[in-house]
T-cell receptor, first 113, second 114 residues
Framework: GDSVTQMEGPVTLSEEAFLTINCTYTATGYPSLFWYVQYPGEGLQLLLKATKADDKGSNKGFEATYRKETTSFHLEKGSVQVSDSAVYFCAPLGGGSNYKLTFGKGTLLTVNP | GAGVSQSPSNKVTEKGKDVELRCDPISGHTALYWYRQSLGQGLEFLIYFQGNSAPDKSGLPSDRFSAERTGGSVSTLTIQRTQQEDSAVYLC????????????FGPGTRLLVL
């Protein structure tokens, strides 16, 4: 089945630092790729997505590019804020199962002022 | 518009009791999903509905777990004879259709089995 390897945290950064969270996936077929974010005490929110190779998803200053050749979907942000402190999940959808999200273990990001 | 809603937000129960968790999907979404989030297992898929049918129940951990969906809308996840290992956050999501469509999640129900 599909699987995801996500950069292990926790990641601690100072405000305005550059963020990269690595994500690689294994999937048959041609999955869509998602990043979800979970703020403390809340449910999962969609952060961004990409549905085909070389697409770039972006939202709230975050970006990720669908790299089919390296099966990767790394999350980046140029300047993080304290309010970005959360757990980030990478998830392919499709491939072996076109309706079942396969989540990575999540990366806890803490941004200090 | 309204998002996915779940109730209750928190549930504490005693081992051996039955619990029902409810999910109201986004209006017009035909597909509905249940996931479970626990410390040991991370986020795992439980079941998927297309309309009122459940083509994939493969993620349900045991026969104590069941789910139904009525009217193509509300879904109920039932756990019978709860065990301590059932303690987790149960997340519901819905999507416009089932095929690689974006899934929108509710806030979850936090279940604690004592």
């Amino acid at each position: 089945g599909d699987s995801v390897t996500q950069m292990e945290g926790p990641v601690t950064l100072s405000e305005e630092a550059f963020l990269t969270i690595n994500c690689t996936y294994t999937a048959t077929g041609y999955p869509s790729l998602f990043w979800y974010v979970q703020y403390p005490g809340e449910g999962l929110q969609l952060l961004l997505k990409a549905t085909k190779a070389d697409d770039k998803g972006s939202n709230k200053g975050f970006e990720a590019t669908y790299r089919k050749e390296t099966t990767s979907f790394h999350l980046e942000k140029g300047s993080v804020q304290v309010s970005d402190s959360a757990v980030y999940f990478c998830a392919p959808l499709g491939g072996g199962s076109n309706y079942k999200l396969t989540f990575g273990k999540g990366t806890l990001l803490t941004v200090n002022p | 518009g309204a998002g996915v809603s779940q109730s209750p937000s928190n549930k504490v129960t005693e081992k051996g009791k039955d619990v029902e968790l409810r999910c109201d999907p986004i209006s017009g979404h035909t597909a509905l999903y249940w996931y479970r989030q626990s410390l040991g297992q991370g986020l795992e898929f439980l079941i998927y509905f297309q309309g009122n049918s459940a083509p994939d129940k493969s993620g349900l951990p045991s026969d104590r777990f069941s789910a139904e969906r009525t009217g193509g809308s509300v879904s109920t996840l039932t756990i019978q004879r709860t065990q301590q290992e059932d303690s987790a956050v149960y997340l519901c999501a819905s999507s416009l259709g089932p095929i690689q469509e974006t899934q929108y999640f509710g806030p979850g129900t936090r279940l604690l089995v004592l």
